[in-house]
């Protein structure tokens, strides 16, 4: 039993359940139904209150954000007794530069991976699923090994690399490798989406005497926006979230990204400003929510055709 | 078809390549190559390289501070490992992270993807709001916010409270601090339970409504029927979390302070590697580190596709 392919005839994720198939009439029925009611209600309950408990520790987040910062472990309760900004200018000044310096080095990094990630992962992915070369059958293997290759084995090396070249506390070597397609979840996902095109568009087009780059560029690409809203979503998302590369790469202040930064809220000292701890965390966490709010469908989609976390 | 069931069916070598041209005459079209120019520099200069390179740096001596060049000594940084308390810290700590959170995190996922399959009305909610953590779950943010949370002053302590259970530093405590970050990855069940649930919908209905009129119940049906059906994909995220839990990083850096506190008790392997690669510089001891994480991971991976045949079933 397979996922199916992110092609466009898929039915689309957001689709509503499957209807209960109507069993065959069991007496007495209206009994049965009002069980049934109980239980959906039940089922409902017990479903709302996880979803609060899961959900209480963000909005506590939120609300201890405007709280004056010596009230928030005093008073835990999401309705605020007095409501203040202090945090969020207090947070913002915190170092010798401002939190728009980390959230602009984060957003420059994203927009270059994205673009980088977008333009030869869809390369590979056209070359791996619509064109016959020698070796392709063992580079898609090799491709689809990478995605368990832990970084670790690479990273001690890549960063010796990058040393020599004079690329550390720059970002390039945070934005080069994704102009290299290294990403391998992204090419998959994509090669998986070519596969479910029809050909035939392909063909129409070779009679028309396009070659494989126009056919690339004028047919596929426009038709795999579902598969390259899924990459730049998720690009988007990782790297917002690294945190690794970008503390391993990034050494001077004003190179730092949102979330190295939001780390050193908490080396600052013992007795950290938790308030404008909390305010630079809820904007940092702001850019993911809005991609929440508007890219979930693409989200879901690529979680539940490729296996993405 | 998922990674693994590509590479599965690779494995095995029935199709060549990737379906599709197979059935059209054998040619080699350069321009393939083109295509793949971006990738192919990367898979070597990013990949193939920089790993063989590492391999060579985890049999010598080699200390970028120093300004020397590498100095063989064979498998000493492999023996140093077995004599090294941190790392045998690290190993345990790793090990049972991998060995709680993944199961843990599964079992929730697919215990709710399937309270939530059965035609419940605000699916779409429920997934949304479950999903959530997911998205934010790996940030810097979040982990600040579980470091306070289960604080001794936390909102965890003042839910339990309560109840009239003492406080107790969650984070600071030996004992619980890698449960905190257990917890917090099986927080972010909702990715695998999406997956769960799409590989539900692809269950025919008319299995269950065979099963019923056999007279099977609700349990009989999840046993013969949902779960044989869904193997392939609890296996396919069992063995992508697995691999995904053995490089954790970001949370224990943060709830720890680089350090992996208290007591090495959330000292995972990563964050021991990055200590000694990148902390005092031991660039041959953590490439050799890193290639026993490597063949470790290669290990568990292989084990599990080599017992795959026991346990998950394929219908093909």
Redesign the interface.
């Known amino acids: 039993?397979?996922?199916?392919?992110a092609a466009p005839p898929a039915p689309p994720?957001?689709d509503?359940?499957?209807?209960?198939?109507p069993?065959p009439p069991r007496p007495p029925a209206r009994r049965r139904r009002h069980r049934g009611t109980v239980r959906?209600v039940l089922?409902?309950v017990w479903?709302i209150a996880?979803?609060m408990t899961?959900?209480?520790?963000?909005i506590?987040?939120v609300v201890s954000s405007f709280k004056p910062t010596d009230t928030i472990?005093r008073n835990?309760s999401i309705i605020p007794d007095e409501v203040t900004l202090a945090n969020y200018t207090n947070g913002w000044h915190a170092f010798a530069d401002p939190f728009s310096t980390f959230l602009w080095n984060s957003v420059f990094i994203a927009f270059w991976a994205i673009v980088g990630n977008l333009?030869?992962c869809s390369?590979?992915a056209?070359?791996?699923?619509?064109?016959?070369?020698?070796g392709?059958?063992i580079?898609?293997?090799?491709?689809?090994?990478?995605?368990?290759?832990?970084?670790?084995?690479?990273?001690?090396?890549?960063?010796?690399?990058f040393?020599e070249l004079g690329w550390v506390n720059t970002v390039l070597p945070l934005i080069v490798?994704k102009?290299?397609?290294?990403d391998a979840?992204f090419?998959?996902l994509m090669?998986?989406f070519i596969?479910g095109l029809p050909?035939e568009l392909d063909e129409a087009a070779r009679i028309d005497g396009a070659?494989?780059?126009r056919t690339?560029y004028r047919i596929i690409l426009p038709l795999m926006t579902p598969a390259l809203a899924a990459t730049a979503i998720f690009t988007f998302?990782w790297t917002?979230?690294d945190?690794?590369t970008q503390?391993?790469y990034l050494t001077s202040l004003d190179k730092k990204t949102a979330?190295?930064a939001?780390?050193m809220?908490?080396?600052a000292s013992s007795t950290s400003d938790?308030g404008a701890?909390?305010a630079?965390?809820?904007i940092?966490?702001a850019p993911?929510?809005f991609?929440?709010l508007f890219g979930?469908r693409w989200?879901?989609r690529g979680?539940?055709?490729?296996?993405?976390? | 078809?998922?990674?693994l069931?590509?590479?599965r069916t690779?494995a095995r070598g029935r199709p060549?390549?990737?379906?599709?041209?197979r059935s059209?005459k054998?040619?080699?079209?350069?321009?393939?190559?083109?295509?793949?120019?971006?990738?192919?520099?990367?898979?070597l200069?990013?990949?193939v390289?920089?790993?063989l390179?590492?391999l060579y740096?985890s049999f010598t001596d080699y200390r970028?501070t120093r300004r020397r060049s590498p100095r063989f000594i064979g498998l000493d940084n492999y023996e140093r490992m077995f004599t090294d308390a941190n790392w045998l810290d690290a190993v345990g700590v790793t090990l049972r992270y991998v060995v709680f959170s993944v199961p843990l995190q599964l079992a929730v996922a697919l215990g709710?993807a399937l309270?939530?399959?059965?035609?419940?009305?605000?699916?779409?909610f429920?997934?949304?709001?479950?999903?959530?953590?997911?998205?934010?779950g790996?940030?810097?943010?979040?982990a600040?916010?579980?470091?306070?949370?289960f604080g001794y002053?936390?909102?965890f302590n003042?839910f339990t409270g309560l109840f009239g259970v003492a406080p107790k530093g969650w984070v600071s405590s030996p004992d619980t601090a890698l449960w905190t970050l257990i917890l917090l990855h099986i927080?972010?069940f909702g990715?695998p339970m999406?997956?769960f649930?799409?590989?539900l919908?692809?269950?025919p209905?008319m299995y269950y409504?065979a099963a019923?009129v056999d007279g099977a119940g609700r349990w009989r049906q999840f046993r013969s029927i949902t779960l044989p059906?869904?193997s392939?994909?609890i296996f396919?995220?069992l063995?992508?979390q697995v691999?995904?839990a053995?490089?954790s990083?970001?949370q224990a850096?943060?709830i720890s302070?680089g350090a992996g506190l208290p007591a090495n008790s959330t000292l995972f392997y990563?964050l021991y590697?990055?200590q000694q690669?990148?902390g005092s510089f031991q660039?041959g001891y953590?490439?050799a580190?890193?290639?026993v994480?490597?063949l470790t991971?290669a290990a568990v991976?292989g084990l599990f596709f080599a017992t795959s045949r026991f346990w998950v079933?394929?219908?093909d």
Not at chain 2, 115 to 124: Q, S
Not at chain 2, 138 to 142: D, E, L, N, P, R
């Open positions: 039993m397979t996922l199916p392919p994720v957001t509503p359940p499957a209807p209960q198939t069993g959906a089922k409902h479903l996880l979803a899961m959900i209480y520790p963000l506590w987040l472990f835990m333009l030869t390369l590979a056209y070359g791996f699923a619509r064109t016959r070369f020698r392709r059958g580079m898609f293997a090799v491709m689809l090994l990478t995605l368990m290759l832990p970084f670790q084995v690479t990273v001690v090396p890549q960063y010796i690399v040393k490798p102009f290299l397609a290294t979840f090419v998959f090669v998986q596969r050909r070659g494989h780059f690339y998302i917002w979230n945190f690794f503390l391993l979330a190295v939001l780390n809220y908490l080396d938790y701890m909390f630079m965390s809820v940092s966490l993911l929510f991609v929440f979930q989200l879901i979680i539940a055709t490729t296996g993405i976390k | 078809m998922s990674a069931g590509e590479l690779l060549k390549g990737p379906p599709g041209l059209r054998p040619r080699n079209e350069w321009v393939g190559y083109l295509f793949l120019t971006p990738w192919m520099v990367g898979i200069g990013i990949t390289i920089p790993m390179a590492s740096l970028l709710l309270l939530l399959d059965r035609g419940l009305r605000g699916l779409p429920y997934r949304s709001v479950f999903y959530l953590p997911s998205l934010l790996g940030s810097v943010a979040v600040i916010l579980w470091k306070q949370v002053e936390g909102l003042a927080w972010t990715a999406i997956i649930l799409a590989g919908r692809q269950i209905r409504e019923e059906l869904l392939p994909i396919f995220n063995v992508l691999i995904g053995f490089q990083f970001t850096y943060v302070g990563s590697l990055y690669g990148f660039m953590a490439s580190m890193a290639w994480l490597l991971i991976t079933f394929y219908e």
